[in-house]
Structure formats: structure tokens, C-alpha cells
């Protein structure tokens, strides 16, 4: 099982960028699914998150520049980043609930392949 992180790049600050995260088996099943973002030299932080149902929730920061959005039949979460500014920069992953990281792969502390952003000003 596992979680593939795809679609960053280099983009000038205004732009947009689609990143996707794939998820094999049926790891996003009736899970909240999540983005995360690590800007260089510092902690990983929380950037939205999406329920099954598609309840949407956002970290202030991004909130009406970020859509996320999921295809549950293609175990597929997307994150639509638009308005990019450079503190947007890092490496952005997604997974699930801590709980659930346990359940699949025995490490709370599970995280798979990242994809990196780097927005230019």
C-alpha cells in the first residue's frame, strides 16, 4: 500500500500548480485525507484536509487560494493551489489520519513520496 505524490514544480508567484496523491488499495476508504507541506528548514505543517463526504478544511494561510477535492473510484486526492507565493515553497505530502498510518503500516509516523513546489518571486 501506498502514497504517491505527484505534480509539483518550479511556478513564478501568481501561478497555479495541480498536485495529486494516489493512494493504492483501499487506504482512502471512509478516511479524512490530508495535505501537509514541509518548507525548507522547518517542520511539516498541516495544510488542508478532506473528508470522504468532501467536507473540506483548510489552514488559514491558504484558505481561498487551495481547493481540495477527491474521486473516491480513483482513490485520488487533489490539491488546485492557486495565487502561489513563495512561502508556499517546500515539499508537500499527503496522508492520512495517524490512527489509520497505524493500521496499514504499523508506524504512525508513516509517510510516503513527496512532491516538491517551489514558487519563484
Known amino acids: 500500500v501506498q502514497l504517491q505524490a505527484s505534480g509539483g514544480g518550479l511556478v513564478q508567484a501568481g501561478g497555479s500548480l495541480r498536485l495529486s496523491c494516489q493512494g493504492s488499495g483501499n487506504i482512502f476508504r471512509l478516511n479524512v485525507v490530508s495535505w501537509y507541506r514541509q518548507p525548507p528548514g522547518k517542520q511539516r505543517e498541516l495544510v488542508a484536509d478532506i473528508s470522504e463526504g468532501g467536507n473540506a478544511k483548510y489552514v488559514d494561510s491558504v484558505k481561498g487560494r487551495f481547493i481540495i477535492s477527491r474521486d473516491n473510484a480513483a482513490n485520488t486526492v487533489y490539491l488546485q493551489m492557486n495565487s502561489l507565493k513563495p512561502e508556499d515553497t517546500g515539499a508537500y505530502y499527503c496522508?492520512?489520519?495517524?490512527?489509520?498510518?497505524?493500521?496499514?503500516?504499523?508506524?504512525?509516523?508513516?509517510w510516503g513520496q513527496g512532491t516538491l513546489v517551489t514558487v519563484s518571486s
Open positions: 496522508n492520512v489520519d495517524p490512527m489509520v498510518r497505524y493500521q496499514w503500516w504499523g508506524d504512525y509516523e508513516h
